[in-house]
């Protein structure tokens, strides 16, 4: 069965940084696509960015420039660096791996909160 971990969150005042991590069990395949996702209250959960297992990635437009996927030397840790933090990225991140074909596995989130 695969996991999902994500760690990394906590409580930034604006402007500051944070760097999310997902540790995935497993092994992961070619097509498979490392996403994060994140989820304000009372608001739908929206995809943040992803990376495929051939290293392309792609960026909601709210963190382009500010954001950055990545994926660890082991290929089963995916990162996002958050920088320029605003208070309206406050809520739960989520990492998904998405297989080749197309089951998805969820973490269960990591609370980031922006605020002074």
């Known amino acids: 069965q695969v996991q999902l971990v994500e760690s990394g969150g906590g409580l930034v005042q604006p402007g500051g940084s944070l760097n999310l991590s997902c540790a995935i069990s497993g092994s992961i395949f070619s097509g498979d696509v490392m996403a994060w996702y994140r989820q304000a209250p009372a608001k739908q959960r929206e995809l943040v960015a992803y990376i495929t297992n051939g ?24 990162y996002l660096q958050m920088n320029s933090l605003k208070p309206e990225d406050t809520a739960v991140y989520y ?5 080749a074909w197309g089951d998805d596995y ?3 989130g990591t609370q980031v909160t922006v605020s002074s």
């Not at 290293?55 to 995916?78: E, H, I, L």
């Not at 990492?95 to 297989?99: G, N, V």
């Open 55 to 78: 290293g392309n990635t792609n960026y909601a437009d709210s963190a382009k420039g500010r954001f950055t996927v990545s994926r660890g030397s082991a290929k089963n840790m995916v």
């Open 95 to 99: 990492c998904k791996l998405r297989r």
């Open 106 to 108: 969820w973490g269960q």
